[in-house]
Every structure is written in C-alpha cells, then in structure tokens.
C-alpha cells in the first residue's frame, strides 16, 4: 500500500490573460513535485473566491489525504455551514479538481481513463457566431462551418439594443463597462425566428444551430419564443427562463418540441433535480466549478443519463483551460454527452496554460498526459495582473428603456 500523500499547502493563481479574470487553484502535496490544478473561476467575484479559497478553504485542507476526494468534497461542503452558492462552490472546485488531477497523475494516467475511459474519441463542441445582422451572422457562422464545426451558436444584434451574445468578445468587452446598456425582450423575440429562417436556407439543414435567450425575456415571451422556432430544429434553446422562473418549463414542455437547455446560473445541484427528474430540460448546461467540481459533475450526468438528457457543459472565455480540460475529461468517459461550448482559446490564453485541450476538426482532443493533462506557466499568469476597474469585473445593470433593471 504507497505511502499516504497529504496537501501541503493550497495556493490560488489569479490571472487575466485576454483580459478575462481566472482563477486557478494549486494543491502542493508532501511529495515532492506532486501537485494538481483546478479551475475556480467565478469572474464576476473572483477575490472573493480567492478569499474563501485563503482564508478557509486552505486552511481547512492542510493535511488531508490527497486519495479522499469524495470525503473531501462531503467534509468542506458543510464546513461552511450555509452552504453552495457559486462562491463556495467555486472555491470548493479549485481543489476538488485538484485532487482528481493528483489521482490522475498518482496512477499515472489521464482523468478520463479513472471515469471509465473513452466513449468516443474526442469531443464535439459548438462554438460562438455573432452578427449585428443576418447576413454577417450567416457570413460568421458559415466561415466557422469552414472550419470544421458542425455545431454554431446563434446570436445577433437588435438594433439600438445590448443584445447578449452578438458582438465579438474582443468588442464586448471593450465596450465602456459604464455605458448604460438597455434592453427591450419584444424586438428580440420577434427578430429570432425570422433570423433562423434566413440561416436555415442559408446554411442549410445539416449544421446544428444553438442560441442562449439568457434569461432575458419575459417568461411568457420565452413559450413563445419556443414554439415559435420549432420549424427551425435548433440543437437546443438555451436560458429561456433565469433560474428563478423555472416552473414555465412544465409549460413550454406540453407546447413544443423545441430542446431546451438550461443549468449554467444553477449554483446547487438540487436546482437541477426537479427539471431533470421530471424531464422538462433535454441538456444539463452545467457550469462545474459553479456546482463544487467534478465530483458533482459526474454525479449530475450519472442522473441524467437514467432520464434521456444529456450534457452540454458550460465553455465560455470565462472557465480557465483547466476547467476546459475538466470539462473534457468527462465529457469522454459519459454516454449521455450532449455537446461542449467552447469559446476558442486566445493565442495569450494557451501559452499561459501549456497542455491546452487542442482543438481539430470542430473537437477537443486530450493529450495522454497523466490526470487533466495541462499545467500552468505561473510567470507568465503574472503577467496578465486583473484588469483595473473600480466594479471589478461585476456587471454593470441592463434596463429596459423605462430604466427597470433586467437580468442580464
Ligand atoms: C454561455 C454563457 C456565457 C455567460 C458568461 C457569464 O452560454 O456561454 O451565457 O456567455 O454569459 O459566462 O460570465
Ligand atoms: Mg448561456
């Protein structure tokens, strides 16, 4: 029986390469050059992660054996008490993927191999396309398809709105964080459907066509909305409803067959269960280091897969490539894998992380390196300090033209 290895120490790498805050969590070990990395990444209250990381997480963690994750999990879930929430589930993820990268690299082989193995070779994702109009929305989405990717997300501008989605990320975040952003749901809903019908006889019928409401819209507008797009066969319609709105979903569900997908602002696991044991969502969207990690994760596609609906794990610029590669891994090793989003990693971003998942043929493909396969460059993570900005990285409100503030 080898030696037990415990933590030696926990630290948090915070970094901005692309000028999006991440946070990474390191868990040294007592054996020399053994250590794993987790993604904790909330952008919108980064140090307050790294605070619940440093001021109780570490401290909390010094000395556990590195071999009981599960343990680990159930123990630091209630230490706090009052408990979930997305900053101590981001906290609680940075060393619970940490620890599954320890395993993978004690037993000397890549995290999906411990989750069962390859159920298919790499993994499909979907990626984004925008466009202040049809025409150049068709024009990205089709230079994409050119590409290789068979799955595109969908999101175009409302004139004279802040419309989610449908600026390049580069410009969105350029955008004067202090500009009043306003926002009116009813030139949306009637844009969207009259915006697939111009893609589908652009694009065609094969690619597989995604687009995130996000929570913007009325809930009623959103049964609209989904019945109104059926015609069009998107792979799935994501965030009709915020997670406070959850209890539409038994109506759209006995209207439409349009897919839904939902879970990225859900912060417990227990949001999933009622839309999931009833049936009423098709896709998990999970965005793991928001429900405590990978032990969750498994554990909530486990679920799904006894009920017929899959995973879309949650990919945005703002999960670090360690949670990209978390994502990954289990995306291989499940048999309900719906699709992954992933926002392509900037040229700065990859050099920060060596290992990257490589991207080919509109897939992920992990490399063969033992647990989550991607390390990190901390002298160079140094160099991408968090922006300056007096909000933080915290949302500035949306609002109607009435000025009533809306969720974003
Ligand atoms: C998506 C999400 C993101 C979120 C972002 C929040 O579907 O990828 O909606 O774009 O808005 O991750 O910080
Ligand atoms: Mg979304």
């Not at 969750?296 to 017929?308: D, S």
């Amino acid at each position: 029986m080898s030696e037990t290895v415990r933590i030696k120490d926990i630290q948090v790498i915070l970094t901005a390469p692309n000028g999006i805050r991440l946070v990474v969590v390191k868990v040294l070990t007592d054996q020399p050059g053994l250590y794993g990395l987790g993604c904790a990444t909330f952008t919108q209250r980064a140090l307050t992660v790294a605070s619940a990381i440093n001021d109780y997480l570490r401290p909390f963690a010094i000395g556990w054996d590195v071999d009981r994750i599960e343990d680990f999990y159930q123990a630091a879930y209630v230490s706090s008490y009052w408990r979930s929430g997305p900053v101590l589930n981001n906290a609680l993820s940075g060393v619970d993927q940490a620890l599954w990268d320890i395993k993978g690299k004690r037993a000397g082989m890549p995290l999906y191999q411990l989750f069962g193995g390859k159920c298919r070779e790499a993994v499909p994702v979907y990626t984004h396309a925008h466009g202040h109009d049809e025409h150049e929305l068709a024009e990205n989405a089709a230079a994409i398809m050119e590409r290789g990717f068979r799955y595109v997300r969908v999101q175009m501008s409302v004139p004279g709105l802040s419309t989610y989605g449908s600026l390049s990320p580069v410009t969105a975040q350029a955008l004067n964080r202090n500009q009043t952003r306003t926002w009116e749901p009813t030139p949306y809903v009637r844009r969207v459907p009259a915006m697939l019908d111009f893609l589908r006889n652009k694009l065609g019928e094969d690619v597989e066509l995604l687009h995130d409401v996000h929570e913007r819209i009325p809930p009623i507008q959103g049964v609209w909305l989904a019945k109104a797009v059926e015609p069009y066969r998107l792979f799935f319609l994501e965030d009709l409803f915020a997670p406070e709105d959850i209890s539409y979903f038994r109506m759209v569900r006995e209207q439409t067959s349009t897919p839904l997908a939902m879970g990225e602002l859900f912060v417990n696991q227990a949001e999933y269960v009622p839309l999931m044991r009833d049936q009423l969502i098709d896709f998990i969207r999970v965005h793991i280091s928001d429900i405590g990690g990978l032990s969750m994760a498994r554990k909530l596609a486990a679920f799904g897969e006894f009920l017929g609906i899959r995973t879309a794990f949650h990919g945005p610029g703002d999960v670090s490539p360690v949670g990209h590669a978390a994502n990954m891994h289990l995306d291989l090793a499940i048999s309900n894998f719906g699709i992954q989003e992933l926002a392509l990693f900037p040229e700065e971003t990859k050099a920060v992380f060596p290992g990257c998942p490589e991207v080919r043929d509109g897939a992920l493909w992990a490399n063969d390196k033992p647990g989550l396969g991607i390390d990190v460059d901390e002298k160079l993570a140094a160099q991408y300090p968090f922006p300056e900005d007096a909000i933080n990285g915290a949302w500035p409100e949306i609002r109607r033209l009435d000025g009533t503030v809306i969720k974003p």
